[in-house]
């Protein structure tokens, strides 16, 4: 068995026993078995999707969940539909703050803030009135050009009634 020199500085390659077991040919990467020895499934699982309830479907909760009298009721009828009783209570709490309006759903995140859209309608309009100040200008100049083109040829252009 021969053995090969390092160089000073270069780290001494293995021995056979001393590699590792991925080295030997273990299969794939560190992550690619679970604890227990199997592979992983590389199948992504879906995420969750947030369920919405019409204001229609609450209000029918809430009434039918206030027409319960005997104990129980209201935890079945929770139970068929697959609620919450914390959807109950906010379902309430927001109907009696102002029927189906309390009802709908709230649209998620920050608010717009009307000032933000007021700055970019300037902006726009700032830009627009660039453009259009130029579009004027190469319009005036074009008509000055014809107006000193027709002078020199001796042409006369009939005068209109808003340059008089």
Sequence with gaps: ???????????????EAERSEAARGGGGSPGSRRADGAASDPEVTPRAKRRRFSAAYKLRIVLEADRCSKPGEVGALLRREGLYSSHLVAWR?????????????????PKPDPAVALKKRVVQLERENVRLRKRLETAETI??????VSRLLGLTMPK???DA
């Excluded at 021969?2 to 293995?14: A, D, H, I």
């Excluded at 709490?93 to 995140?109: I, N």
């Excluded at 008509?143 to 000193?148: A, I």
């Design 1 to 15: 068995m021969t053995e090969k020199s390092n160089l000073p500085g270069e780290t001494p390659e293995p021995r």
């Design 143 to 148: 008509l000055e050009v014809q107006g000193n």
């Design 93 to 109: 709490r927001a109907r009696d703050q102002g029927q189906l309006e309390g009802l709908t759903p709230k649209r998620r995140g």
């Design 160 to 162: 209109s009634g808003s």
